[in-house]
C-alpha cells in the first residue's frame, strides 16, 4: 500500500486547502481551456484529498476523477462536489495509488499535487509509471513534490533514500516524506517528456526557513 495511514488522522483533524493552487489552474488553463468539448477531457488526481482541485477542474466542466488512501478524505470530497458542482461526472475511489483502477490510456491529464513525495524513491517511480499507464498517448502531467533542501530535509528519522519522518517545520505529523534532488526528476518520471521544472520557495522570515517544492509539467512518451 503506497499512503501512509498517518493522513487518515490529518484529515479528520484539520482543515486542508480549499482551494486549488495558481500553479496547477494555469496548467490546466494551458492545455485544455481551448478544448473543443471540456465534457470530454478526462483528469486523475492520485492523493486527490478532500478535492480542492477536482472541485476546481469539475466547475470548469471537466470530467473529473481522484483516488486516495484516505476514507475520510475521499468522503469530504465527495461532499463538496455533490453539493458544490451539480451534474459534475468522473468517480472517486478510496484506494492505492500504486495500483490505479483505471484502464490503460485513459486519461487527458494525470495530476500529482504532494502525494507521491510521500512514498519511497522505489514505490515513486511505480507510482508514476502507473500514471504514465493510464495516460493518453501525449498525455499530460503535473506533479508538484517536496525539494531536497526545504524545511525539514534531514532533520527527525532517517526512513529511506532523501526520505524522513521529519521533527520540525510543516511538514512535522505528516509522517514519510521523500525530498527530490533535482536530478532524480528525470529517473522518477521517465515514462514521461519533461516539458517545465519549476522550483516553487517560500520563505519564513521569522525562523531563517525556506519550503522549496519542484512543480513537473510533463507529457506521456
Same mark, same amino acid.
Not at 183 to 195: A, G, M, N, P, R
Given at each position: ?26 496548467? %490546466? @488553463?494551458?492545455?485544455?481551456? &481551448?478544448?473543443? *468539448? =471540456?465534457?470530454?477531457? +478526462? ?90 499507464? %493510464? @495516460?493518453?498517448?501525449?498525455? &499530460?502531467?503535473? *506533479? =508538484?513534490?517536496?525539494? +531536497? ?73
Amino acid at each position: 500500500m503506497t499512503w501512509d495511514p498517518v493522513w487518515e488522522e490529518v484529515f479528520r483533524q484539520q482543515a486542508w486547502g480549499k482551494y486549488p493552487g495558481e500553479d496547477l489552474i494555469r496548467f %490546466v @488553463a494551458r492545455n485544455f481551456y &481551448k478544448s473543443e *468539448s =471540456r465534457k470530454d477531457i +478526462k483528469i486523475l488526481e492520485v492523493g486527490c484529498g478532500p478535492g480542492a482541485n477536482l472541485w476546481y477542474m469539475a466547475n470548469e466542466g471537466f470530467q473529473v476523477y481522484g483516488i486516495d488512501g484516505s476514507h475520510t478524505a475521499i468522503e469530504q470530497a465527495q461532499i463538496r462536489l455533490d453539493s458544490e458542482c451539480p451534474n459534475w461526472k468522473g468517480q472517486l475511489f478510496v484506494g492505492d495509488i500504486g495500483t490505479l483502477p483505471f484502464p490503460d490510456e485513459y486519461f487527458d491529464a494525470v495530476i500529482d499535487n504532494g502525494a507521491v513525495t510521500c512514498n519511497s524513491h522505489e514505490n515513486s517511480i511505480l507510482i508514476y509509471s502507473e500514471m504514465a499507464r %493510464v @495516460a493518453k498517448k501525449q498525455g &499530460k502531467l503535473y *506533479s =508538484r513534490t517536496i525539494a +531536497k533542501g526545504s524545511w525539514g530535509d534531514e532533520t527527525g528519522e532517517h526512513v529511506g533514500y532523501d526520505a524522513y519522518i521529519v521533527d520540525e517545520g510543516p511538514l512535522l505529523g505528516k509522517g514519510y516524506i521523500r525530498f527530490t534532488k533535482y536530478e532524480d526528476i528525470e529517473k522518477l518520471v521517465s515514462d514521461f517528456t519533461i516539458q517545465e521544472v519549476q522550483l516553487l520557495s517560500r520563505e519564513y522570515m521569522d525562523v531563517k526557513k525556506t519550503v522549496k517544492e519542484w512543480v513537473i509539467i510533463g507529457e506521456k512518451k
